[in-house]
């Protein structure tokens, strides 16, 4: 497992942009799926983007797609969220998430599939 820590939160205007960034500590994180989700409150944690260990392929949650860009530096650790066009309803406590198996081609969109989880940053978008 790696240990992770996020920041860069804070709130914004609507069409504004933010960068999150999830720096992690171990020796796995170079190999293993890395992922964003998010949780808005009263609702369910749900996924925002994943790449894969080379970064070679990326997923995004569709509501997402053409506004957000994950990317990672492996030689830093550090897992990378840029968010622009920002709107309120992605509003949410944001969660960076590494995954579980290691070498994964195709990174994954399920929560079961990573096993190490941040404390979160506050995104928060006014209207």
């Known amino acids: 497992q790696v240990e992770l820590v996020e920041s860069g939160g804070g709130l914004v205007q609507a069409g504004g942009s933010l960068r999150l960034s999830c720096a992690a500590s171990g020796r796995t994180f170079s190999s293993i799926t890395m992922g964003w989700f998010r949780q808005a409150s009263g609702k369910e944690r749900e996924f925002v983007a994943a790449?894969?260990?080379?970064?070679?392929?990326?997923t995004y949650r569709d509501s997402v797609k053409g506004r957000f860009t994950i990317s990672r530096d492996n030689a830093k650790n550090t897992l990378y969220l840029q968010m622009n066009s920002l709107k309120p309803e992605d509003t949410a406590v944001y969660y960076c998430?590494?995954?579980?198996?290691?070498?994964?081609?195709?990174?994954?969109?399920?929560?079961?599939?990573?096993?190490?989880w941040g404390q979160g940053t506050q995104v928060t978008v006014s209207s």
């Open positions: 790449i894969s260990w080379t970064g070679a392929s990326i």
């Open positions: 998430a590494g995954g579980i198996v290691r070498y994964r081609t195709i990174p994954t969109q399920q929560s079961g599939d990573f096993h190490s």
